[in-house]
């Protein structure tokens, strides 16, 4: 029987450009793995091109991101960032763009759909159906998941947005979820099939991130050499909880006002979200603890610098409410830094408790105060978790996120063509 093969992905990233930095405004995970998951698809010869919205109007109508990776730009309204509660109302302009585009070329340009996020769901919804095409969906993160862990001053993702991932999943041919329990949470929540749903690792790059000295690291990025250094890399909203580790630092000092001449947080992103509306929220509470002396704010950072802040640390805090992986876990880990996370949705699995970092339950200041103060106090079980990190870290390469999204993108295939499907070699 004739095998058809894997030859050419259509990407959908509607409301964040993989061109963008990490770390600000909507560009976070979901970027790291759009870019790093293509790279290596390309190297499989599946060749990728990666749908976006335009964001600036001087911008190329495509860029070749490696050979093998092109990014598309969509216009679809305005040339600047949209609040992503604005972006379903130009779903109809970056449908049409995607469409157009592959109107130009023979039928059948594209094998398969791969979109990201429930709004670029909708758009290769309907993609799938006008190119015959099986529809592969990742939705990074699910809003009722969200809306089960708020946090405090955050707002409910609206309903919209829920009956929008409900219609996604159930058109979608394949789901891909980041861990078994982001896909358990898909048929608990969603009703996915579970025939449906596919668990795909994220993963790591392993020649940035890799265990450097932390005193080299230190000089370059003007550390002193015997600080205590925790640091929180993301976006600044109410979602990353990055008040977890104020709060928590600010008990550390009560306890021991010694501890404040070499005390160091280091935060290295931008405000996102709904941290747009208040983005002095850090400085502000840092102030009013009394810790403002302790603090270091950081723009987002490219992934060499990152890489350095990382090093550089004693360990690194993710205290998110919901996380459906945690690149950043990984990155610290594959650093040789442990982690100390929430232990929520996919950090479960990005961190090995007792092994490469410590999973805390809850986000009371009082308990994170606690394990950070080990960290402080006990160097040689750092060193033991250190080790454990950089192993840990090391089973997550992106060449085995690829050929396990090839191996999801040829089972969907055959399964709308009821034939076999090879995966270029």
Same mark, same amino acid.
């Given at each position: 029987? #004739? ?24 560009? @976070? ?23 976006? #919205? ?31 509660? $604005? ?9 049409? /763009?995607?469409? #157009? ?71 979608? $041919? ?16 969603? @009703?996915?099939?579970? /025939? ?72 290295? !992103?931008?405000?996102? @979200?709904?941290? *747009?509306?208040?983005? &002095?929220?850090?400085? $502000? ?6 810790? &403002? ?13 990152? =890489?350095?802040?990382? #090093?550089? =640390? ?11 992986? !945690? *690149? ?7 650093? !040789? ?19 490469? !970092? %410590? ?28 080790? @454990? ?18 191996? %999801? ?17």
């Amino acid at each position: 029987m #004739r095998r058809r093969r894997v030859n050419r992905v259509a990407t959908i990233s509607m409301h964040t450009s993989p061109l963008d930095q990490p770390g600000t405004g909507d560009a @976070g995970g979901m970027n790291v793995y759009i870019v790093e998951a293509a790279k290596r698809l390309a190297e499989l010869n599946v060749e990728v091109e990666i749908f976006t #919205r335009q964001t600036a109007r001087g911008l190329p109508p495509s860029v070749e991101l490696v050979p093998g990776v092109t990014v598309r730009h969509v216009t679809a309204g305005p040339y600047e960032e949209l609040d992503k509660g $604005d972006l379903p109302g130009q779903l109809c302009a970056f449908l049409s /763009g995607v469409l #157009r585009t592959e109107a130009t070329y023979d039928p059948g340009r594209y094998d398969v759909i791969h979109s990201h996020y429930w709004l670029s769901g909708q758009v290769g919804w309907l993609a799938k159906e006008r190119w015959g095409v099986p529809l592969v969906h990742t939705m990074h993160t699910m809003a009722k998941v969200k809306n089960l862990l708020l946090a405090d001053d955050d707002r409910p993702e609206p309903t919209a947005r829920v009956l929008g991932e409900e219609q996604v999943v159930e058109i979608a $041919d394949r789901l891909v979820a980041n861990t078994a329990a982001e896909a358990q949470e898909l048929i608990d929540l969603y @009703g996915a099939p579970p /025939g449906k749903v596919a668990v795909v690792n994220p993963g790591v790059n392993l020649s940035v991130f890799q265990p450097a000295s932390q005193g080299a690291a230190r000089h370059r990025l003007d550390l002193p050499q015997d600080a205590h250094v925790l640091l929180f890399v993301g976006r600044i909203q109410p979602l990353k909880a990055p008040d977890v580790l104020l709060r928590a630092a600010a008990r550390m000092l009560i306890e021991d006002p010694a501890l404040r001449s070499r005390l160091i947080l280091a935060f290295v !992103g931008g405000p996102s @979200g709904n941290g *747009l509306s208040r983005p &002095s929220l850090l400085a $502000d509470l840092a102030e009013s603890l009394g810790i &403002s002396d302790v603090v270091r704010l950081v723009p987002p950072a490219p992934q060499d610098e990152l =890489a350095d802040w990382y #090093r550089a =640390a004693d360990v690194t805090v993710v205290p998110s409410h919901s996380e459906s992986f !945690g *690149l950043v876990a990984l990155e610290s880990q594959a650093c !040789g830094t442990p982690v100390v996370a929430a232990a929520v949705g996919g950090l479960r699995t990005a961190v090995r408790g007792g092994v490469s !970092g %410590v999973l805390v339950d809850g986000h009371d200041p009082d308990d994170w105060a606690r394990v950070l103060t080990r960290f402080v106090r006990s160097p040689d079980w750092v060193a033991t978790l250190s080790a @454990g990190a950089v192993g840990h870290a090391a089973a997550f390469g992106w060449s085995a996120t690829a050929s396990r999204l090839a191996e %999801v993108y040829a089972g969907a295939m055959a399964h709308l063509h009821h034939m076999p499907v090879a995966v270029n070699s």
